[in-house]
């Protein structure tokens, strides 16, 4: 019921770009982007829901395929700031409901 | 406007002592979350209440934990008696029906001596 994330985890250069991507085995309402640096709490990113959207948050989009029940995270220019754990969460069924998490993937950016 | 408000931030406790952790959910948020995480399963889904009512406590591992909600701004999730194994971060969160965006405290540190 977890989705998966792949990759694990990712080292990248300042400027470089990465993709994170979240599959399930179940049908999605919508997928939900977190990041959560080291001690904290987890923040929001964005939100997509069934339709095919994609979204954009400064210089990290994402797109939402639900025929593949999958969604991908693109993270472009990176910054340092970006390092991080990105977590996906899946929503699957109508209106209001649980959110489950994937493992993570643990980001590191370096100058 | 504050944020999610969590107690303790640490809790240091030896095996079968009861555990409370406290919670205070922004004002006007009607979805209130208690998750775990630790390193092997990451963040767990225990329960979840709107508008005060228990939705969904299937996450909830064992009988040995409950949570209650007497009203709209304060939550707690007890466990009772504690084990080792329940050490991890206890996060409880927020949200409005229908944004979708989940507020998180920061967390409560819970180590089960």
């Known amino acids: 019921q977890q989705p998966v994330q792949s990759p694990q985890a990712v080292i990248l250069r300042e400027g470089e770009d990465a993709v994170i991507n979240c599959s399930s085995s179940?049908?999605?309402?919508?997928v939900h982007w977190y990041r959560q640096k080291h001690g904290e709490a987890p923040v929001f990113l964005m939100i997509?829901?069934?339709?095919?959207e994609q979204k954009g948050h400064d210089k990290i989009s994402a797109s939402f395929n639900e025929k593949k029940q999958q969604s991908s995270l693109y993270l472009t220019a990176s910054q340092l700031s970006y390092s991080g754990t990105y977590f996906c969460?899946?929503?699957?069924?109508?209106?209001?409901?649980?959110?489950?998490f994937g493992a993570g993937t643990r980001l590191a950016v370096h100058p | 406007d504050a944020g999610v408000i969590q107690s303790p931030r640490h809790e240091v406790t030896e095996m079968g002592q009861e555990v409370t952790l406290r919670c205070k959910p922004i004002?006007?948020?009607?979805?209130l979350f208690w998750y775990r995480q630790t390193m092997m399963r990451g963040l767990e889904l225990l329960i979840y209440?709107?508008?005060?009512?228990?939705?969904?406590d299937s996450g909830m591992p064992e009988d040995r934990f409950s949570a209650k909600m007497p009203n709209a701004s304060f939550s707690t999730l007890k466990i009772q008696p504690s084990e080792p194994r329940d050490s991890a971060v206890y996060f409880c969160a927020s949200d409005r029906t229908n944004t979708g965006e989940l507020f998180f405290g920061e967390g409560s540190r819970l180590t089960v001596l």
């Open positions: 179940k049908a999605l309402y919508s």
């Open positions: 209440f709107n508008n005060n009512v228990p939705i969904d």
């Open positions: 969460g899946t929503e699957s069924s109508g209106g209001y409901n649980k959110l489950i």
């Open positions: 004002s006007g948020h009607d979805y």
């Open positions: 997509l829901l069934k339709g095919g």
